[in-house]
């Protein structure tokens, strides 16, 4: 796996929730979703990019607003949350699938 093959990335978050003895706090940790040429990359989970039907993603206008992205996989929907609208990925993704017909 090297930087060069890699196409874009998308910072997704993580949420969860604490409870201390007298607060509840909710904590979020970013991780970011990486597309190669020939996989995606979240975490340690790799989707082959054949695997991979359509990415999408719904998000408010206002900047603050936590979005959802959508990856269409042939095992089901995954969805993550995200801040910044992943323009880039999806922009990538669509330029891999019409470059590789095996994709379409």
Not at 39 to 65: A, G, H, M, W
Request: glycine letters at 2%.
């Amino acid at each position: 796996m090297s930087d060069l093959d890699l196409l874009a990335t998308q910072q997704c978050i993580k949420i969860s929730q604490e409870i201390g003895w007298t607060e509840k706090r909710t904590i979020e940790t970013t991780y970011e979703m990486k597309l190669f040429n020939d996989y995606l990359l979240v975490k340690k989970e790799k989707f082959p990019v054949t695997s991979i039907f359509d990415i999408s993603f719904r998000k408010k206008s206002q900047t603050n607003d936590i979005g959802f992205l959508y990856l269409h996989t042939n095992s089901g929907v995954r969805t993550y949350f995200i801040k910044e609208e992943p323009f880039s990925l999806i922009e990538a993704y669509e330029k891999l699938k019409l470059e590789r017909p095996e994709l379409r």
